[in-house]
Nanobody, 119 residues
């Protein structure tokens, strides 16, 4: 199993930035990739960015390309999401998740961290 703990959310003005962190523990050596999801009130959860644990390959949702950057620090077992140029529509609970293989669903989830963007 993998345990995930997110931090770094908060209230920020539109145009501002935050850095979200996701600390992983447990069976992290077998993780294939990790991802950041978000869920806004009344909306379905959506993936915003992902990164492979070993090679660091990244992918992004179109809505966040050029504004969000996902990275990882393997030595600290931590994945980051730098969110820049925040918009009101970025307001959501942000979750990180992990999976063991490319074909697996994201199985392990953190508790989430709230990001609120004020206009």
């Amino acid at each position: 199993q993998v345990q995930l703990i997110e931090s770094g959310g908060g209230l920020v003005q539109a145009g501002g930035s935050l850095r979200l962190s996701c600390a992983a523990s447990g069976r992290t050596s077998s993780v294939y990739s990790m991802a950041w999801f978000r869920q806004a009130p009344g909306k379905e959860r959506e993936v915003v960015a992902s990164i492979t644990w070993s090679g660091g390959s990244t992918s992004y949702a179109d809505s966040v390309k050029g504004r969000f950057t996902v990275s990882r620090d393997n030595a600290k077992n931590t994945v980051y999401l730098l969110v820049n140029s925040l918009k009101s529509e970025d307001t959501a609970v942000y979750y990180c998740a992990s999976r063991y293989t490319y074909s697996d669903p994201y199985t392990y989830w953190g508790q989430g961290t709230q990001v609120t963007v004020s206009s």
